[in-house]
């Protein structure tokens, strides 16, 4: 039977929705119902333009999310040949298991991580495709896959290197060792730390600030900003200015710029 709540999605009247993973009897590891939970919800707010903001974080105390469910895995039940086709079938069915994680990252409107606890394998590889990741003072980061005998999967050779650079993720990445939240704070994987019973106070503190902004604005910022992982810099500056002037028209933006310049 398919659990319906393995991740919840609460909308405030702020645009705000907050996402749990929402299997803290197993750390929130990565089992089907979460997975189609979160290919779900991906498709609802991007449907929804009322959403500004999403901040998503894990039930419970001890994890954000401990990976991949390896007693399904084990097992061989509960659907695990439809739901890690990477070890059963191939190229194109893993390629579609990584499009879930990719779905969070394309949302118009920015996604904010805030990590309870263990952020291991596959819960490092989602929130990898945060647009910022804010941290609890006890969570702890790791991809464990390689001394496990297979390489993480889930785009974490290609993400966490642009994020931390490409020794330190070389390090995470081929060593599994876990780093706690002050060194992923020094090495960028995490943008601020706070104490765990501030996490979530400050996440929605973030949260409600990006809500006020102009959501043109915020969306045509944060695709600039993607695109800048990609693009030679002369045509990321005509990117930045194609949307620049797409986000401003129709709105006071322009308006309001040329005031604060004096023209």
């Not at 893993?94 to 990719?102: D, I, N, Q, Y």
């Not at 060593?175 to 992923?184: C, D, F, P, V, Y």
Request: glycine share 12%; charged share 25%.
């Amino acid at each position: 039977m398919t659990d319906q709540n393995a991740v919840l999605l609460n909308v405030n009247d702020k645009g705000i929705a907050l996402m749990t993973l929402n299997r803290a009897e197993a750390m929130n590891a990565f089992n089907q119902d979460l997975w189609k939970g979160l290919q779900e919800k991906a498709e609802f707010i991007r449907v929804n333009s009322d959403i500004r903001v999403v901040v998503v974080t894990g039930a419970g105390e001890r994890a954000f999310s401990a990976g991949m469910d390896l007693k399904m895995i084990a097992s061989g039940g509960g659907g695990s040949s439809s739901l890690f086709p990477q070890y059963r079938r191939g190229y194109d069915q893993l390629f579609a298991l990584k499009s879930v994680f990719t779905a969070f990252e394309e949302l118009a409107c920015p996604v904010i991580g805030a990590i309870n606890g263990y952020c291991l394998g596959a819960g490092l590889e989602f929130s990898l495709c945060f647009d910022m990741r804010l941290a609890g003072e006890n969570a702890v980061f790791g991809l464990p896959e390689m001394p496990l005998g297979v390489i993480p999967d889930l785009g974490s050779t290609q993400r966490l290197p642009r994020i931390v650079g490409i020794g330190k993720a070389k390090e995470m990445i081929i060593t599994g060792r876990k780093i706690k939240a002050g060194e992923a704070l020094r090495v960028g994987l995490v943008d601020h730390v706070y104490p765990k019973d501030q996490l979530m106070v400050e996440a929605m503190k973030l949260a409600e600030e990006i809500a006020q902004l102009n959501p043109r604005l915020v969306e045509g910022a944060k695709r600039a900003v993607n695109m800048s992982m990609s693009t030679p810099l002369d045509a990321g500056l005509r990117l930045e200015t194609d949307i620049c002037m797409g986000a401003g028209s129709g709105s006071t933006f322009g308006e309001e710029a040329r005031k604060k310049m004096g023209k």
